[in-house]
């Protein structure tokens, strides 16, 4: 039942779509396709008759959810609405979302037109990513001490990444609470609840004459209880034990002494341990510190013996957070040396984010209120603020024509995200004055390897001249103010694969075969049929009881890979996109070779006033991360594995709930 929708697309409409098979991408060997396997494992909701949605269903849902948003802002706020003329561009955005020319973000590809986002009336669902600030950390009151913190699990446990700062280090000094009058907290069952026991933890530690808190978990689900309005199930208490206990081990016995950035990063990280523990959820975190602080920058350095427990995977906490820092002058080498040791930190340059837009741009300064971006930095950010994504894929047209029409279908979905609140007042507040956007382009290393440079230089030019056209024109349509940014590049990962396209300004990891793994809930019915059908499949590294990985063989588009690439022609394709088409930020994870290290350094220096933020990762022959999603193998190694795999049949006849991908869709910035 879709009681809670406003607008429908007629059934004879969709009839058609329903007896064409999309056009899937990413074979796996046995008829299969990665990329329509990756849509039934994360994005295909479960219907009331138990059976999956099939994409011509998702595209619906979707749609439906974008317009019917549209229409109920339009009765509310009695401005015109016109039925004829959104059946005609529903139907459009519809055709063009069926044939992969553009999709919502994998939050929006999960919850857009089910009932949680729409009777509720809340876009916490559709949000992928937010910015917490410490900067305002005081012992004035409740919140200010402990707010970014409890939000930090609040936001977590919906799905959302979250960005913070250190700014606050050194503003609040730690007291230990007293055994003399302890104080029980009753942690209620819900995310809420969740949060309101760390900040009850941490304000025993923040004010003076604190009790002691015992907890009392009783009321929280078992694990193994289903999760209604995310799908999966429920991690039971044990992950948030063990991160007040180990909060409370960071914090006991240093009376006197301040809160330290060290301490920020900690805390924040081990919430995020805590709710990803369970494999009901996911989420993201990026930090934020000063280029000057040598104790926050040495944070992830495994050589420290200092570091020991915090970096070791399967008992630490602090892979939970990609960090990086404030760059506002040279960059010190000691930076350079960690970034080339294992790809951190990486930097963003807040001040360009502030005063502009596209880099071709005059500066307007209309960020000034920015603070910092989201977990894979695609977003500029206030504090408290959400970014509201949207991806099209230029590759999937003809030519600009085409593709500028898919930009007004995809625009006006981020468009329309923006006219729904959050759960949260202080977030409610900048979005409803920003309605901030992200369109996103991807495929675009494809897209030059096959049309040329100066052909995507054109489309994002006059895309982005078209979308800011629309953008006044809506605007004006909907009463409500022109969004302060609107376009940018996100990292993508699985919506990029469901499009079968290369994601966000990256080169594939291999011209050839490689292999490509996904993670499952354990208790996903697709799992049992997987390695039935012989694909290889195995527990998760932390995570064994609850989620497996399955690895797929597959081959990546006809074009050089990352390795054939060199790291100043990476970087200038995310300076192109920042200048020509992202008025917020590019997502840029610049992989580099050994024999490149040394030219980190010369790159960044000569890159300045370019770009806003970028990142480095090492590719090292030597080196092969544990169930990495990618990695490179040999042909004779993927005919041996695609030799043992056979057809899946009826997909859609059954199986768990969609587990979704959160935030940016991008195993870059995954927790």
């Known amino acids: 039942m879709t009681d809670f929708l406003s607008f429908r697309l007629s059934d004879d409409f969709i009839e058609p779509y329903a007896s064409v098979r999309p056009d899937w991408g990413f074979p796996v060997g046995g008829g299969n396709f990665l990329s329509e396997l990756v849509y039934v494992n994360k994005y295909s909701a479960l219907k009331e008759d138990g059976s999956k949605e099939q994409w011509y269903e998702t595209c619906r849902r979707c749609v439906e959810g974008m317009y019917s948003i549209l229409k109920d802002h339009c009765k509310k706020n009695k401005t015109p609405w016109n039925d004829l003329k959104a059946q005609k561009s529903a139907r459009d955005a519809y ?73 606050g280090a050194g503003s609040l000094v730690l007291h230990q609470p007293t055994t003399e009058n302890k104080e029980v907290f009753v942690v209620e069952d819900s995310r809420e609840g969740w949060a309101d026991a760390i900040a009850a933890l941490l304000g025993s530690y923040f004010f003076k004459s604190r009790g002691f808190v015992d907890f009392d978990y009783t009321e929280i689900r078992p694990s193994g209880a289903l999760l209604k309005s995310f799908g999966g199930r429920a991690s039971g208490p044990q992950p948030l034990i063990d991160c007040i206990e180990r909060v409370r081990f960071l914090l006991d016995n240093r009376s006197g002494e301040k809160l330290t950035s060290r301490d920020i990063v900690d805390i924040m990280n081990l919430i995020g341990k805590a709710v990803v523990a369970g494999g009901a959820r996911r989420s993201a975190q990026i930090a934020f510190g000063e280029t000057d602080d040598m104790d926050y920058v040495s944070i992830k350095d495994w050589t420290l013996p200092e570091n020991a427990l915090r970096t070791d995977m399967d008992n630490g906490w602090a892979w939970n957070s990609n960090n990086s820092v404030f760059v506002d002058g040279p960059i010190p080498s000691e930076l350079i ?66 593709f500028r029409e898919t930009l007004k279908a995809a625009y006006l979905y981020g468009k329309a995200v923006t006219l729904l609140p959050t759960a949260w007042p202080e977030t409610n507040e900048v979005m409803a004055r920003n309605r901030r956007i992200g369109c996103s382009m991807s495929g675009d290393a494809e897209f030059v390897e096959t049309r040329g440079w100066h052909e995507l230089q054109t489309w994002m030019d006059e895309g982005f001249k078209f979308i800011a056209h629309r953008d006044k ?68 590294n932390g995570d064994p ?127």
């Open 95 to 167: 055709d063009r979302m069926f044939n992969f020319k553009w999709m919502p973000p994998g939050r929006g590809l999960q919850h857009m037109g089910r009932e949680a986002v729409h009777s509720r009336q809340d876009s916490s669902f559709l949000q992928n990513c937010a910015f917490i600030t410490t900067a305002k950390l005081s012992a004035h009151s409740f919140w200010e001490a402990t707010g970014p913190f409890s939000r930090m699990m609040e936001m977590s446990m919906c799905g959302i990444g979250v960005g913070f700062d250190t700014r």
């Open 545 to 671: 009881e609850n989620t497996v990985v399955v690895t797929f063989v597959t081959q990546s588009a006809d074009i050089r890979d990352e390795r054939s690439v060199s790291i100043w022609e990476k970087a200038e394709l995310a300076v192109m996109a920042q200048r020509w088409w992202a008025d917020n930020q590019v997502s840029a994870t610049v992989t580099f070779l050994p024999s490149e290290e040394d030219q980190i350094a010369p790159l960044l220096a000569s890159k300045h006033g370019q770009i806003k933020g970028i990142s480095f990762l090492p590719l090292r022959d030597d080196e092969v991360y544990p169930q990495a999603p990618y990695e490179r193998i040999t042909p004779e190694k993927a005919e041996d594995l695609l030799s043992k795999v056979s057809n899946l049949k009826d997909l859609y006849s059954g199986g768990g709930e969609a587990i979704g991908d959160k935030f940016c869709d991008s195993d870059v910035c995954l927790i």
């Open 337 to 402: 040396e960690k970034t080339v040791l294992n790809g951190e930190p990486g930097y963003m340059w807040l001040d360009l984010a502030q005063q502009y837009g596209r880099m071709v741009d005059p500066p307007d300064g209309a960020d000034y209120r920015a603070m910092g971006g989201n977990p894979c930095l695609e977003q500029t950010l206030e504090p408290w603020e959400c970014c509201t994504l949207v991806e099209t894929f230029p590759t999937k047209h003809e030519d600009f024509q085409d």
């Open 473 to 540: 024109k809506y605007s004006e349509w909907l009463a409500v103010r022109e969004s302060i940014k609107k376009t940018s590049i996100k990292p993508s990962g699985t919506v990029s694969l469901v499009a079968s396209v290369t994601p966000g300004v990256h080169w594939p990891v291999s011209a050839g075969s490689h292999i490509r793994r996904v993670r499952y809930s354990i208790n996903d019915p697709l799992v049992e049929r997987l390695i039935e059908a012989g694909y290889p499949c195995e527990p998760m």
